[in-house]
T-cell receptor, first 114, second 115 residues
Framework: KNQVEQSPQSLIILEGKNCTLQCNYTVSPFSNLRWYKQDTGRGPVSLTI?????NTKSNGRYTATLDADTKQSSLHITASQLSDSASYIC?????????????FGTGTLLAVQP | GAVVSQHPSWVICKSGTSVKIECRSLDFQATTMFWYRQFPKQSLMLMAT?????????EQGVEKDKFLINHASLTLSTLTVTSAHPEDSSFYICSAPGRGADTQYFGPGTRLTVL
């Protein structure tokens, strides 16, 4: 069964601190892995996208890693800001015909406090 | 970057009425669009794939007669929730693939509340 699991479910950190979110997946055939940020009541916004051969990718204060062997990914947020408060969703794309299918994780709800 | 818009952003309706939600790709064409539903504290669940010029493809368990999808043009897909009931209350999000490989642009979502 194609599944994407994220941990922790929720996280509270102080402004300026770093944090790391985890994602484990059991999907096949794997195409790529994405991290999205979803503000409350808004659609997801892409942060990073990594293919099988990529180990790490950065986007400003966001750095994602991918271990295709263990099927694990992480999203590291550096020097957190209040605006980082959101749900972070790990999404794995699987090959399905002409259009890949996205498998969504349940997300990690991050709250950054002053 | 590419933008996908949705209208309305929120809607409240009475049980038994039908509600139409529009999804537009503003600066690019999309022969395919995707419709998702998201319940509170849950992940996005793919409901159906909208195909321009042909019938939509529905995921298992999604009633095609209840959730009518029309992909009228290369920039517009509509989702109509027919005879809405309170259990249909949810956050509906559409997305469209962009030009780059595996890019996917999401709309801002539509909050539907059925009383």
């Amino acid at each position: 069964k194609n599944q994407v699991e994220q941990s922790p479910q929720s996280l509270i950190i102080l402004e300026g601190k770093n944090c790391t979110l985890q994602c484990n997946y059991t999907v096949s055939p794997f195409s790529n892995l994405r991290w999205y940020k979803q503000d409350t009541g808004r659609g997801p916004v892409s942060l990073t996208i990594m293919t099988f051969s990529e180990n790490t990718k950065s986007n400003g204060r966001y750095t994602a890693t991918l271990d295709a062997d263990t099927k694990q990914s992480s999203l590291h947020i550096t020097a957190s800001q209040l605006s980082d408060s959101a749900s972070y969703i790990c999404v794995v794309s699987i090959v399905r015909g002409a259009t890949n299918k996205l498998i969504f994780g349940t997300g990690t709800l991050l709250a950054v406090q002053p | 970057g590419a933008v996908v818009s949705q209208h309305p952003s929120w809607v409240i309706c009475k049980s038994g009425t039908s509600v139409k939600i529009e999804c537009r790709s503003l600066d690019f064409q999309a022969t395919t669009m995707f419709w998702y539903r998201q319940f509170p504290k849950q992940s996005l669940m793919l409901m159906a794939t909208s195909n321009e010029g042909s019938k939509a493809t529905y995921e298992q368990g999604v009633e095609k007669d209840k959730f009518l999808i029309n992909h009228a043009s290369l920039t517009l897909s509509t989702l109509t929730v027919t005879s809405a009931h309170p259990e249909d209350s949810s956050f509906y999000i559409c997305s469209a693939p962009g030009r780059g490989a595996d890019t996917q642009y999401f709309g801002p979502g539509t909050r539907l509340t059925v009383l």
